[in-house]
């Protein structure tokens, strides 16, 4: 096995470091002990994720170290560092409304459109889902435990929100549902809103639904902006992940890992394969 000189880890948090999932804990005993060791040791941990940018305050407080993690937040619309805003990207209001209509009436296997808002909340339109799915929908928000996020309901509200000058919207999630053929149908809408809107948004495949951002922003090209201000060599970063929007992580790293539980569509494209976060002790010094 070769032994990796690393002086940051850049890790996925659902599915990833949230893998497996603890409501109350927030992070497994072993992976906790892992961070808080590549802390000790000075080196960076940057969270790269779909989540909004207050999701670290969360994972800094279940570490239990001093020490500022830098996070990727909104598959990169947004950079933090020490606290500090040192990038955002954002597709407007008025758009995220137009292409929500654009998409609706020709997909209605979509389920729940989720828009993750610069104000740190989700805005939830369910508009899709039977009223006892709705119901349950609800109640599921309501028992996230440690991973709750914030989020406003209904399609009124969606509207209201979205047509404010001042809106901003870092993520856009179509969700297909937990039927036995949602991954088809969210791949499937991957592939065809890339041909028809690619030219202004970027799009990425998350399992059973589609993430979508600013044309220009996914995690792997803002990873290496804040490398830059941490004057950390891309091959000197170790990135871990489980989903489809961190394709662009394994692709741009050489050191690339992915978690076991992954569909095979993402697994081919990292170098190793890991249980959990903490199994990288292994692979790096």
């Known amino acids: 096995m070769v032994i990796l000189m690393i002086k940051a880890i850049a890790t996925d948090l659902d599915g990833t470091l949230f893998y497996p999932r603890k409501k109350v804990r927030l992070i497994s005993n072993a992976n906790k002990q892992f961070i808080q060791n590549v802390l000790k040791e000075g080196k960076e941990v940057i969270l790269v994720t779909g989540r909004n940018y207050s999701i670290a305050n969360k994972v800094e407080q279940a570490i239990g170290m001093t020490k500022s993690i830098s996070i990727v937040a909104c598959n990169g619309a947004v950079i933090m560092h020490q606290g500090e805003m040192l990038k955002e990207d954002y597709i407007s209001g008025k758009e995220a409304l137009e292409l929500y209509y654009e998409i609706y009436d020709k997909h209605p296997d979509i389920k729940t459109w989720m828009f993750f808002t610069s104000e740190q909340f989700m805005i939830v339109e369910p508009s899709g889902l039977n009223p006892i799915e709705k119901v349950a929908g609800v109640f599921g928000l309501n028992l996230q435990g440690a991973y709750y996020e914030p989020y406003i309901l209904g399609k009124k509200k969606m509207v209201e929100y979205l047509s404010r000058e001042d809106a901003k919207v870092y993520k856009i999630m179509p969700w297909f549902g937990y039927r036995s053929h949602s991954k088809i149908l969210a791949r499937d809408a991957t592939a ?32 290496k902006q804040l490398l830059k201000e941490l004057n950390i060599n ?52």
């Not at 690619?198 to 951002?213: L, M, P, R």
């Not at 569509?265 to 959990?276: I, L």
């Open 192 to 223: 065809e809103w890339i041909e028809k809107y690619g030219d202004k948004y970027n799009f990425a495949w998350a399992v059973d639904a589609v993430e979508i951002s600013k044309k220009g922003i996914d995690k792997a090209s803002a990873l």
């Open 234 to 285: 891309e091959d000197e970063v170790a990135v871990v992940g489980d989903s489809g929007n961190d394709v662009s992580l394994f692709k741009s790293f050489k050191n690339s890992f992915v978690m076991n539980q992954a569909a095979p569509e993402v697994k081919k494209e990292a170098k190793q394969v890991v249980n959990s976060v903490s199994d990288l002790a292994n692979y790096i010094k």
